[in-house]
């Protein structure tokens, strides 16, 4: 069983960075691929960003508008994190964040997923 607690989201401006975090609990954290999902008002959630259990693989979502090259994911597994670096935002990527853990190879639809956090809030101001 893994835990999830999402932080970091808030209310900045269009151009602005922010940085979400996940803390996991358990001891099994590194055994898990994570991903952060977002959710837009009246919209599917949808994939952003996924790591491998040691990090050294990244996928990103391939959307149009994508945050592939502004979106930056990572782990640190000696403190049970995954994070999220978001560069130039943009109004669009307003949405509630979700980090989310899964075994085994990595996925990009949700119900593939097994663990998930509270969510986050990100409003991007244009």
């Known amino acids: 069983q893994v835990q999830l607690v999402e932080s970091g989201g808030g209310l900045v401006q269009a151009g602005d960075s922010l940085r979400l975090s996940c803390a996991a609990s358990?001891?099994?954290?590194?055994?898990?691929?994570m991903g952060w999902f977002r959710q837009a008002p009246g919209k599917e959630r949808e994939f952003v960003a996924s790591?491998?259990?040691?990090?050294?693989?990244?996928?990103?979502?391939d959307y149009a508008d994508s945050v592939k090259g502004r979106f930056t994911i990572s782990r640190d597994n000696a403190k049970n994190t995954v994070f999220l670096q978001m560069n130039s935002l943009k109004s669009d990527d307003t949405a509630v964040y979700y980090c989310?853990?899964?075994?085994?190879?990595?996925?990009?639809?949700?119900?593939?997923?097994?663990?998930w956090g509270q969510g986050t809030q990100v409003t991007v101001s244009s």
């Open positions: 989310a853990g899964k075994s085994g190879r990595y996925a990009a639809r949700w119900s593939d997923y097994d663990y």
């Open positions: 790591t491998n259990w040691n990090g050294a693989s990244t996928y990103y979502a």
């Open positions: 358990g001891r099994t954290f590194s055994r898990y691929t």
